[in-house]
T-cell receptor, first 114, second 115 residues
Framework: AQSVTQPDIHITVSEGASLELRCNYSYGATPYLFWYVQSPGQGLQLLLKYFSGDTLVQGIKGFEAEFKRSQSSFNLRKPSVHWSDAAEYFCAVGAKGGSYIPTFGRGTSLIVHP | DTAVSQTPKYLVTQMGNDKSIKCEQNLGHDTMYWYKQDSKKFLKIMFSYNNKELIINETVPNRFSPKSPDKAHLNLHINSLELGDSAVYFC??????????????FGPGTRLTVL
């Protein structure tokens, strides 16, 4: 069965600082990988996704993520954080092929200090 | 224009009651989902419908019954509400096939509180 681990429950950064949110997955083959953002009181919005090919994926709002097969990781990065990036971030994994159940991590809450 | 809308946004009710949450999407998608997000923010899929047919039904009590009158709507009816049903319920939709490969668009959520 697939699983996703987001080891950091909370991350605090200063505005303008760089950001990296960690995500590790467990799956027997190459999975589909996703990062979603949830602003307070809102639904989830897709930031970026990886299916195959280039392991560095660009997303919306200046985010990027890198798939590292050897580390089973798909960490999310942003070079300079804005106050509006304060939100909950979810990593998700899906299995390739067939009908399958998407699995979400528990989320990482990003706090941005001015 | 709202892409995926849910009503109500908040729902407070007593144990044992029956309640419904409605979801509508205007994106032309033919796959819709219900997710439950618990107090620890864990998000878990409950149901998925493709072209009004149930394709994913996770281990959910049969007190929960989804109904899809058409491709644009997926409602969730809950009978005999229990304290443990308190959560935020998200509706989502995506393009065809029920594949998670297609981007899912989420509604704003319905916060259900059972007293």
């Amino acid at each position: 069965a697939q699983s996703v681990t987001q080891p950091d429950i909370h991350i605090t950064v200063s505005e303008g600082a760089s950001l990296e949110l960690r995500c590790n997955y467990s799956y027997g083959a190459t999975p589909y990988l996703f990062w979603y953002v949830q602003s307070p009181g809102q639904g989830l919005q897709l930031l970026l996704k990886y299916f195959s090919g280039d392991t560095l994926v660009q997303g919306i709002k200046g985010f990027e993520a890198e798939f590292k097969r050897s580390q089973s990781s798909f960490n999310l990065r942003k070079p300079s954080v804005h106050w509006s990036d304060a939100a909950e971030y979810f990593c998700a994994v899906g299995a390739k092929g067939g009908s399958y159940i998407p699995t979400f991590g528990r989320g990482t809450s990003l706090i941005v200090h001015p | 224009d709202t892409a995926v809308s849910q009503t109500p946004k908040y729902l407070v009710t007593q144990m044992g009651n029956d309640k419904s949450i409605k979801c509508e999407q205007n994106l032309g998608h033919d796959t819709m989902y219900w997710y439950k997000q618990d107090s620890k923010k864990f998000l878990k899929i409950m149901f998925s419908y493709n072209n009004k047919e149930l394709i994913i039904n996770e281990t959910v009590p049969n007190r929960f019954s989804p109904k899809s009158p058409d491709k644009a709507h997926l409602n969730l009816h809950i009978n005999s509400l229990e304290l443990g049903d308190s959560a935020v319920y998200f509706c989502a939709s995506s393009r065809s096939g029920g594949s998670f490969k297609n981007e899912q668009f989420f509604g704003p959520g319905t916060r259900l509180t059972v007293l």
